[in-house]
């Protein structure tokens, strides 16, 4: 599955929180660097 596709199921599966979101899913480097950044840029809250 390609990072676009992905992305698009990051979306739909995670809240807007992260907090169902695990560093430890399938998640391309891509999408763990995004969220890294909203956490790092106090965005959201971990």
Known sequence: MDTWAQLLE??????????NYGAEGAWPYLIDEFVQ????????EK
């Open 37 to 44: 950044y909203l956490y790092d840029k106090s965005i959201v």
């Open 10 to 19: 990051f979306f739909r599966t995670v809240d807007l929180e992260l907090s």
